[in-house]
């Protein structure tokens, strides 16, 4: 089983530019989310959806656009890329919301210069 | 918003030696789970401790969760340089809209020398 599945693994952007993260399950999850980490601050929740068509958003929103057109996939989207975004960032799937452990991807890592 | 604060930052030790890291908030958690991350991966979870006061052993790692279900620790035992990497606590709060979201320490990097 793939599991989460996170692409590209490394990415570096210009100030400005845009771009889109792609995460896909296969677990039939219904619950995903996006994390960033950085150094000495843990994972924080950038926007999570509890299934299709449904998304919300976490402690740290600002920049980021998702959308949840199937179960499977869930990007996530940086419009206006800053070097504030860069960092490493994590996609997590679970069955449901109220399930505990959460499955994660094996990130992506993303340069803003 | 809720705060998880995870000791201590760094543990740098030598084969052979014990070792205890620290969770503490002061909400009271639904669930709280340990997870373990290597280089270039994500976190892979370790255990979930439910019930106040809740004790779990894995292998030589013990997991504890206080009775008040606010602080946990992650005690290891005669630690190896295979034990190495990052720690990470996360938390469940306890209903409203924090429901289903977990909320993460800031880790603990170890390090355990051969």
């Known amino acids: 089983n793939a599991g989460v599945t996170q692409t590209p693994k490394f990415q570096v952007l210009k100030t400005g530019q845009s771009m889109t993260l792609q995460c896909a399950q296969d677990?039939?999850?219904?619950?995903m989310s996006w994390y960033r980490q950085d150094p000495g601050m843990g994972l924080r929740l950038i926007h999570y959806?509890?299934?299709?068509?449904?998304?919300d958003q976490g402690e740290v929103p600002n920049g980021y656009n998702v959308s949840r057109s199937t179960t499977e996939d869930f990007p996530l989207r940086l419009l206006l890329a800053a070097p504030s975004q860069t960092s490493v960032y994590f996609c997590?799937?679970?069955?449901?919301?109220?399930?505990?452990?959460?499955?994660f991807g094996q990130g992506t890592r993303l340069t803003v210069v | 918003t809720q705060l998880l604060e995870q000791s201590p930052q760094f543990l740098s030790i030598q084969e052979g030696e014990n070792l205890t890291v620290y969770c503490n908030s002061s909400?009271?958690?639904?669930?709280l789970q340990w997870y373990r991350q290597e280089p270039g991966e994500g976190p892979v979870l370790l255990v979930t401790?439910?019930?106040?006061?809740e004790v779990k052993k894995l292998k030589r790692l013990t997991f504890q969760f206080g009775d008040a279900r606010k602080d946990s620790s992650l005690h290891i035992t005669a630690a190896q340089p295979g034990d190495t990497g990052l720690y990470l606590c996360?938390?469940?709060?306890?209903?409203?809209?924090?429901?289903?979201?977990?909320?993460f320490g800031q880790g603990t990097i170890l390090t355990v020398h051969p």
């Open positions: 997590a799937s679970k069955p449901r919301q109220g399930y505990t452990e959460a499955f």
């Open positions: 909400s009271v958690f639904s669930s």
């Open positions: 959806s509890v299934g299709a068509g449904i998304t």
């Open positions: 401790v439910v019930t106040g006061g």
């Open positions: 996360a938390g469940n709060y306890a209903g409203g809209t924090s429901y289903g979201k977990l909320t």
């Open positions: 677990m039939n999850h219904e619950y």
